[in-house]
């Protein structure tokens, strides 16, 4: 079985720009959650998604948005890109919020530079 | 607000060594912790803990979780190179709704 892919794997944006980055969870899966990671850090979260409907939402501001479709993969899209979004964004799938044993699976992630 | 700190933030120590890596977290409804490896990109899965006192293990890693104290560790033993890495810890709420990732704790074993 395929994990959790994301597309692209590298991007170069210029201020401005908006840029919609891609992820397809795993089989099976129904969530799908956005994070952040900026060098040096730990990944911060910034959206989760479940059957369609955003389920949390992390401290980013409006600039960022996503959306999950009918077959679960998802989209994050991010408006007037500045310098300081450029970071890696992780998509992390599971199989639903709220369940006890449900582990988090993460993608290679999108290496966003913006210039 | 949700708090996670990760100590050491960075260690060096030499292939045979044993290492103990922290996690203390403040997490409204707390459900249960997740440990991940990060060598390039995407951070793998190594425990859910959800229980104290019940060690999970895998080969020369393992891991246990006191709710009381609000904290784990992870301990790996007989390092090797490819140990290398970021560990990340984060809780995970009863909603499941988000990850809170701590710094994480560079782990560079050395030959």
């Known amino acids: 079985d395929a994990g959790v892919t994301q597309s692209p794997t590298h991007l170069i944006k210029t201020r401005g720009q908006h840029v919609t980055l891609r992820c397809s969870p795993i089989?099976?899966?129904?969530?799908v959650s956005w994070y952040q990671q900026v060098l040096g850090q730990g990944p911060q979260f910034i959206f989760q998604?479940?059957?369609?409907?955003?389920?949390g939402r992390g401290n980013f501001p409006d600039r960022f948005s996503a959306r999950q479709f009918p077959n679960y993969s998802s989209e994050l899209n991010v408006n007037a890109l500045l310098l300081g979004d450029s970071a890696l964004y992780l998509c992390?799938?599971?199989?639903?919020?709220?369940?006890?044993?449900?582990?988090?699976?993460f993608g290679q992630g999108t290496r966003l530079t913006v210039v | 607000e949700d708090k996670v700190v990760q100590s050491p933030l960075s260690l060096v120590v030499h292939e045979g060594d044993t290492v103990t890596l922290n996690c203390s977290y403040e997490v409204t409804n707390f459900r249960s912790l997740l440990w991940y490896k990060q060598e390039k990109k995407a951070p793998t899965f190594l425990f859910m803990l959800t229980s104290s006192g019940i060690e999970k293990k895998s080969g020369r890693l393992s891991s246990i979780l006191d709710k009381k104290e609000l904290f784990s560790i992870l301990n790996i033993t007989a390092t090797q190179t490819g140990d290398s890495a970021v560990y990340l810890c984060a809780p995970v709420e009863t909603s499941g709704s988000r990850l809170t990732f701590g710094e994480g704790t560079q782990l560079t074993v050395n030959p």
């Open positions: 992390a799938s599971s199989l639903a919020p709220g369940r006890m044993n449900t582990e988090a699976f």
């Open positions: 998604y479940y059957e369609k409907e955003e389920r």
């Open positions: 089989s099976g899966h129904k969530s």
